[in-house]
């Protein structure tokens, strides 16, 4: 059969921290093949696929030599014969092949990889692009971009106790007025940081490194920058917090370092709902940790027409989890990273069941990124309605920006953007 995986390749490469990651490939007999690149985030829920890695002292234990002899061996010989144009049979033998519900035995990465390069050759096959392919055919519409402007928690050293600090255009019309929009204001924040004498550098995702004395500093610098860009905070551009509560949550309170201080569940949300209520905040994710279901819960409630709430670690991609914050009536956005569940077909289920619920769906890059810009696809694809890579900075940033300039030109008169359309069903778009 000339659609037949007649191999599975495995080569260590780098990503964007300089660390080892799992890139594959899958051959077919008649030639086509298709390649997938494992992402990596700094930042990760307690339930997401496991990274295999190494450990000891070489790449500061961060190799992958384990995770990609899993590919070369076992998944390589499992996926060997099979019909290479069918990619979730090839996620579902994936699944079976390791038998744990974290990839705990084969590696997320090396899973993630294969399961990418699963479906890129299938669309190769068909000879369309994977959006295409993903798209069969139904209407989709192009991205909202959520862009980093500040970086902050993980991505920077802890600096500041916020992960990021983003902007939205949701009025722009199209993804290149968007992308503009956001350049101007990523400029007008490098030189407010410059004037302030707190120009420091970038953090990982090609944010500006926050050197500012409180978390409040940080959000008032932002609508400082998007004032001195030309626009109009809270009419023409709005904030996007990740808060990554987890991050410093200790199981009884949340270690504000940069503030000197710790406070109670009650306390983390009437702090998320006063900035809530004095900032243009349009998104907020991970405002709680991810054990804390009844404050997630109260919080949604309180907020669900002033912003979207948006579930990252707190569902690390899962359908279930997914449908359990559906039913206590927690979040009403779930964030997608392919390499939180494994394969494409899992975090699918995982968008699949928040958008049934009405919610909005953001399919997400991670910190620890390359120059594939399969995730650019994904949003188009799978009408995700958001996008978020990172930064407008930094090269494996810009190549899905830039990925994603190039669909909306291909797709010409159909375009459709997103805009406000991609928020969830219970939001009220701001008079």
């Known amino acids: 059969m000339r659609a037949a995986i007649s191999g599975v390749v495995a080569r260590q490469i780098w990503d964007s921290r300089g660390r080892p990651t799992v890139e594959a490939e899958i051959h077919l007999q008649n030639g086509v093949w298709g390649r997938g690149i494992a992402p990596c985030g700094a930042s990760r829920g307690r339930f997401e696929a496991i990274d295999l890695r190494d450990g000891g002292g070489k790449f500061g234990g961060f190799g992958v030599t384990r995770a990609l ?14 019909d290479g144009r069918d990619p979730v049979a090839v996620d579902r033998r994936l699944e079976e092949l390791d038998g744990t519900p974290q990839f705990g035995r084969l590696g997320g990465n090396a899973a993630v990889a294969v399961s990418l390069a699963a479906w890129q ?8 692009a994977l959006w295409r392919y993903l798209a069969q055919g139904r209407a989709v519409r192009l991205p909202l971009p959520e862009i980093q402007i500040f970086g902050g928690g993980a991505h920077a050293g802890r600096r500041i106790d916020i992960q990021d600090l983003m902007v939205m255009v949701p009025g722009a019309g199209s993804v290149r007025a968007a992308l503009e929009t956001t350049a101007e204001i990523y400029r007008a924040a490098g030189r407010l940081m410059e004037d302030a004498g707190k120009l420091a550098g970038t953090a990982d995702e090609g944010g500006w490194w926050p050197l500012f004395g409180s978390n409040e500093e940080a959000l008032e610098m932002l609508v400082r920058a998007i004032e001195m860009a030309g626009f109009r905070p809270g009419e023409e551009v709005f904030i996007s917090l990740d808060i990554a509560a987890s991050e410093f949550f200790d199981g009884k309170h949340y270690r504000l370092t940069l503030e000197d201080r710790d406070l109670d569940s009650g306390e983390m949300e009437a702090l998320i709902e006063g900035w809530a209520r004095r900032f243009p905040i349009l998104s907020i994710e991970d405002p709680l940790a991810e054990e804390e279901m009844a404050p997630m819960v109260r919080l949604s409630q309180r907020l669900c027409s002033r912003a979207q709430i948006v ?32 394969t494409l077909s899992r975090a699918k289920r995982a968008l699949d069941v928040a958008k049934a619920a009405d919610w909005a769906t953001i399919v997400s890059a991670r910190s620890g990124e390359t120059e594939d810009i399969a995730i650019t696809d994904l949003a188009v694809g799978w009408d ?13 940033r810009m190549a899905k920006w830039n990925a994603l300039l190039r669909l909306e030109e291909e797709m010409g008169d159909a375009a459709c953007f997103a805009g406000w359309s991609a928020f969830p069903k219970s939001f009220g778009k701001p008079q």
């Open 69 to 82: 002899g899993n590919v070369r061996g076992p998944i390589s010989v499992a996926l060997e014969g099979m």
């Open 121 to 128: 050759v299938a669309a190769a096959y068909e000879g369309i």
């Open 311 to 342: 579930g990252d670690d707190f569902l690390v991609s899962d359908a279930a989890r997914v449908e359990k914050a559906v039913q206590a009536g927690a979040l009403s956005a779930a964030l997608i990273k392919i390499n939180q569940a494994g």
């Open 384 to 396: 995700a309605g958001q996008l978020k890579v990172g930064s407008f900075a930094r090269g494996e």
